[in-house]
């Protein structure tokens, strides 16, 4: 389960935040996650508890956005979501695609008072 190192890079990184912003309190960090990544979002929210033990973020939420997977036909070009449509293009039916989204991880928000 390699979210656990994830989780503790994340928390490194809004901890320079913190402290570079001599910020008193982070309500929640948001997360972006692709449906293709290699990141399981619920190992990253198991993990998250371990990750700010100790730390001014204790009390903090974690937020996870997943965004689709969308691909562009190889066929006609429409772009669609792949996994809804099991990476057949649903205007022509095609099965020829390039991926276009999908794979991202994203520090997106440190929503902090």
């Keep these: 389960m390699h979210e656990l190192g994830i989780m503790y ?3 490194e990184q809004v901890l320079r935040v913190v402290e570079t912003n001599q910020l008193s309190e982070v309500e929640a960090i948001v997360l972006q996650v692709g449906e293709l990544s290699s990141v399981v979002p619920r190992y ?12 001014v973020l204790e009390n903090t939420k974690l937020e996870v956005e997943i965004l689709t997977a969308n691909g562009i036909c190889g066929d006609c070009g429409k772009v669609y979501p792949l996994l809804e449509h099991a990476k057949v293009c649903p205007e022509c039916k095609g099965e ?4 276009i989204s999908g794979r991202e991880f994203y520090l997106k928000e440190i929503r902090a008072c």
């Design 9 to 11: 890079h994340i928390v």
């Design 44 to 55: 990253l929210h198991a993990c998250f508890p371990a990750a700010v033990d100790g730390t």
């Design 96 to 99: 020829a695609f390039e991926i």
